[in-house]
């Protein structure tokens, strides 16, 4: 933990920018499948950086079930080519500037998904790493309430919750359920449907040991799904936002004239999928609601993982039974 807290913006840090070296840590695969063929590379080479991207040192990343997927080679015809350094999310420290780049300079502390398009070309050096290269209009300035770990989890996850409610034409005095509450999206959609977007009743689902994170996130009916079929309750709602792949129930709970938004699985009409799109500018304007604490960053509880437990802290995540977000740090 004290690599977090010695890159934080001090003069150690920007003297440090001056010396990136030539090759880093990375976990890598050349393989596509199980959490098994991550290998950390000792030597891989530091990613160049082009006229309009940043250098982040990476302080900590987090990890997505699309990291797993992609892994596990689901996307492979539209993949960049292995060997991979996989990870999306990144909290760092920029240490170096393109020529073209104007919002960042050395010493900033930024967050981001470092892939506009996460299945289209994703880079081939990504977050799991102690450098990684970026686009300056995919990230943003680290809000100084939150720490590394904290900033890391959030890129894929409240882009996805966002751009999901905002899809789905979320807007105030309608209703929302959230299925899979208690995930690294669906702990963010709760939050920005009741902060951001304005809902008049926000419902979600979980197990029963994750009902009170759900109320404790702003949900008005927290549904256990051990004891209950959220789709034979009499309650319909306006938005539906399906982050657990139950789109064939998720339209049964839908008013008429509703959105039924899904992150994964069949879509059954009138629900609609969608890939979610990096972009630094939505994180900038979601800064002032964490500054705030009235959107807060859930870090499941059994991390953050240090860099050297990857493989660990995949294998947890893939038991889909995560609680926020795997986060990893320090890197
Ligand atoms: P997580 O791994 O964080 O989700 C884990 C959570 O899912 C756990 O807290 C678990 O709670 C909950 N869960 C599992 N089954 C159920 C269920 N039947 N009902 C309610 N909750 C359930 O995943 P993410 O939130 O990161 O992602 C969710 C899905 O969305 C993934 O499939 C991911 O690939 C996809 N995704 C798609 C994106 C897109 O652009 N289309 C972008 C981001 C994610 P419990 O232990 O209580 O069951």
């Not at 686009?135 to 809000?143: G, M, T, V």
């Not at 799109?277 to 002032?288: H, I, R, V, Y």
Request: hydrophobic fraction near 40%; include cysteine.
């Amino acid at each position: 933990r004290c690599v977090a807290a010695s890159a934080s913006s001090s003069p150690a840090t920007a003297a440090a920018a001056t010396e990136v070296p030539g090759t880093m840590k990375a976990w890598a695969y050349d393989t596509y499948g199980d959490a098994s063929v991550l290998k950390i590379d000792e030597a891989a080479a530091v990613p160049a950086v082009g006229e309009d991207q940043v250098l982040v040192k990476v302080v900590a990343a987090a990890l997505n079930p699309v990291d797993a997927k992609r892994r596990a080679g689901k996307f492979q015809a539209t993949d960049s080519p292995l060997p991979t350094v996989p990870g999306y999310d990144v909290a760092g420290v920029v240490v170096k500037v393109g020529g073209q780049v104007k919002g960042f300079k050395e010493g900033d502390e930024v967050y981001g998904m470092i892939s506009e398009k996460p299945l289209e070309g994703p880079k081939q050096s990504g977050s799991l790493a102690e450098y990684t290269a970026v686009e300056e209009k995919l990230l943003a300035r680290k809000p100084k309430s939150i720490d590394f770990a904290q900033a890391a989890g959030l890129p894929v996850a409240i882009l996805t919750a966002n751009e999901g409610l905002e899809k789905a034409g979320l807007c105030a005095g309608k209703s929302v359920l959230v299925l899979g509450g208690a995930g690294g999206v669906g702990s963010l959609a709760i939050q920005l449907a009741k902060q951001v977007y304005g809902a008049s009743k926000v419902a979600a689902t979980a197990s029963t040991k994750k009902i009170e994170l759900l109320k404790s996130l702003g949900t008005d009916v927290a549904i256990d799904y051990t004891k209950e079929n959220f789709e034979d309750l009499p309650d319909k709602y306006d938005v539906v936002f399906d982050a657990v792949g139950q789109g064939e129930k998720a339209v049964k709970v839908v008013k008429e004239g509703g959105s039924v938004v899904v992150l994964t699985g069949a879509v059954t009409p009138p629900g609609f999928r969608f890939v979610v799109t990096s972009n630094g500018s939505t994180l900038e304007k979601l800064n002032p609601y964490l500054e705030s604490g009235k959107v807060k960053p859930v870090v499941d509880p059994q991390g953050p993982f240090p860099f050297s437990k990857v493989v660990e802290a995949f294998s947890y995540l893939e038991t889909g039974r995560a609680t926020g977000k795997v986060v990893i740090s320090p890197v």
